[in-house]
């Protein structure tokens, strides 16, 4: 995260994106929940000097201590795409400086290259100014230096030594979020308007105290119908209660499909938790959540009923509560820990159609023909629960406009139909079998394939026959391996196999989540070429569905998905790019459509208590 010391000296950026000067990274980073975004007109060459090109710039912190940025040059260099980084090796104390190492213009074309830098930043005046100093190694060698003078709260003066010549600018902050700098610079006087957005959205729900038992010594009937009926009113489907006798006690299980909560479907947790907790019979010891998706159940929340009314009130703390609770995906069914009373199944799944309004979004970046290409479609898409783990989807969709949809007909066409059907053949794993029409001109049979490893990785696996213009009737085939830190609140996803247009390669993508709000970095080498992507997860729809849905339900898409994709290497952009490391889209994916973007993983740091 950004030095606590240098709130006020961390907002601008240089023309790289890296926070700091005019063209000198100090060594703070951006705060670890925040984007930044900004934008510097096009200007002279000035290749000698560190970050020397004017550019769309963003940046944004995907690890701790760390800052990401890539940035696009001008029409000029063909709009080419660079990336650059900072790691904050130690921040401010006393009068010991904070220290950044980092590197910028990584896949830059031009006679220099990418180059790195060791930068020292000491905050003077309490906190009022900053001094900089540093060096710049490979492509760029010589002294980096740079003085951070804020007149006022909204008002900093910068100066600078480049490696090659000094450089001044004065910054105007609106508040904490945009900047506004005008500098002086070897290629003539520049503006750079930036803006630094929070990033985190939809964070979990935090646990519901519960009031006290309604009936302390109710019979196990009235109480499971009881739990039942309120989880139904509030939207719930496919829902079941049961209560397991053990030798000397009971626990008391819950078991639905949550479609109410689409963005999350842990939103609805603390709820069940509540009314389960206020009702469960005398003698209870234990309350367990089972999750199903299309009545497979997907993941089992297990905790002491005592722990939970204890932390539920502030008794209790994380850790213990965490220490106290098993979560298990996929877990194994039909085993039985004692006599059950059980009540029937209430609000099926069965016969409720959702119509998913959605808009489709194609994007070029940083080709040779422009900066940015964008073409919009209208999506609307049919899904229809059939049965245990069986589904039907259909989508159409109309173009609205962009450069890349401008000589598609304005008709509404079919864009994908598949029928899926998912499974779990032995506990812990889980499998799905998809046929039909896949977006774009992609058709055939895939089978998916998912292992949880321990509480914090697991293995997934994709093939295909599939039949396109590129890849007829041969195989598509992905392996993959995913780690999960929620200490720092990211996923890492390593991948190898072949692709959609029959290229071999391999795979790394760092996602990064800011509450439901995921943004990822990674890149693809493969036999075509090499890429990279960013990745963005958005939140479109409302956090909570309407509480009865009808049996034909319009609502908005739970997510935005969209890739930044940009060739690296090579020349002919535009062609390597559409052929490099593309993947199918499944749509009812294991992923999304049952894991719930692997928040059921034991340790994905959604559950309460993590």
């Known amino acids: 995260m950004a030095d606590e010391n240098a709130r006020l000296l961390d907002q601008s950026a240089t023309l790289t994106g890296l926070t700091g000067l005019i063209r000198v990274p100090n060594a703070y980073v951006i705060g670890y929940d925040r984007g930044r975004i900004q934008y510097t007109p096009p200007m002279g060459m000035g290749y000698t000097s560190i970050g020397a090109r004017s550019s769309i710039a963003a940046a944004f912190s995907p690890l701790p201590h760390f800052e990401g940025a890539f940035s696009l040059g001008t029409k000029s260099v063909d709009y080419d795409l660079a990336i650059h980084g900072k790691y904050l090796v130690r921040s401010a104390q006393g009068w010991m400086p904070a220290v950044s190492i980092g590197v910028v213009d990584v896949g830059r074309n031009g006679p220099l290259g990418s180059g790195g830098f060791v930068v020292a930043t000491w905050p003077l005046l309490s906190n009022r100014a900053a001094l900089t100093l540093g060096g710049s190694f490979s492509a760029n060698k010589g002294l980096l230096a740079g003085l951070q003078i804020g007149l006022l709260p909204c008002v900093e003066l910068q100066g600078e030594f480049d490696t090659e010549r000094f450089n001044y600018g004065i910054v105007g902050k609106l508040g904490d979020r945009a900047f506004v700098r005008a500098a002086n610079l070897n290629t003539g006087n520049e503006l750079t308007v930036g803006y630094t957005v929070p990033l985190d959205h939809y964070a979990p729900r935090p646990v ?46 819950a078991a639905y499909d949550d479609r109410m909560h689409t963005v999350n479907q842990l939103d609805g ?8 907790a206020e009702n469960a019979p005398e003698g209870t010891v234990a309350l367990v959540v089972k999750l199903r998706r299309r009545s497979l159940v997907m993941a089992e929340y297990r905790v002491p009923l005592e722990t ?8 209790a703390t994380k850790a213990e509560l965490a220490e106290a609770t098993e979560v298990t995906m996929a877990p194994r069914t039909g085993e039985m820990r004692g006599p059950q009373q059980e009540t029937s199944v209430e609000n099926s799944s069965f016969r409720h159609v959702d119509l998913v309004v959605s808009p489709g979004i194609n994007t070029i970046v940083g080709t040779e023909t422009g900066i940015f290409k964008i073409g919009a479609h209208a999506r609307v898409e049919a899904v229809a629960p059939l049965g245990r783990g069986l589904q039907a ?39 799905q079998v998809i046929v039909g029409k896949f977006p774009g001109t992609t058709s055939g049979v895939v089978v998916e394939a998912l292992r949880p490893i321990d509480a914090r990785s697991l293995v997934y696996l994709v093939a295909g ?13 992905l392996a993959e391996y995913w780690r999960f830190i929620p200490e720092w609140k990211v996923q890492l996803r390593v991948l190898g196999g072949r692709f959609l247009s029959a290229d071999t390669g391999i795979g790394l993508d760092l996602i990064r989540q800011y509450g439901a709000f995921e943004l990822s970095v990674g890149i693809r080498e493969t036999s075509a070429s090499r890429l990279v992507r960013l990745g963005v997860s958005l939140p479109l729809g409302p956090r909570t569905q309407p509480q009865q849905p009808s049996a034909i339900r319009v609502r908005v898409d739970d997510y935005l998905e969209q890739q930044l994709r940009s060739i690296i290497v090579g020349t002919n952009y535009l062609y390597l790019e559409d052929i490099t490391a593309r993947e199918l889209s499944l749509g009812p994916d294991l992923r999304t459509t049952y894991l719930n973007r692997y928040r059921y993983m034991p340790n994905s740091g959604w559950w309460p208590g993590d």
């Open 269 to 276: 947790l603390p709820n069940v938790l509540k009314t389960m």
């Open 465 to 477: 026959q599939t039949r396109n213009t590129r890849l007829d009737n041969k195989l598509y085939w």
């Open 393 to 431: 989807q259909a989508r159409v969709v109309y173009p609205i406009g962009g450069e890349l949809v401008a000589y598609e007909p304005r008709r509404w066409r079919n864009d994908r139909w598949m029928l899926s059907y998912a499974w779990s053949p032995y506990a812990r794993w889980l499998t």
């Open 208 to 253: 519901i105290a519960p009031d006290p038992p309604k009936v302390a010594d109710q019979a196990v009937t009235e109480a499971m119908e009881k739990v039942k009926e309120a989880l139904v009113r509030s939207g719930l489907e496919d829902v079941q209660v049961t209560v397991t006798h053990l030798t000397d006690a009971k626990e008391m299980s």
């Open 308 to 315: 939970y009314r204890r932390y539920a009130t502030g008794q």
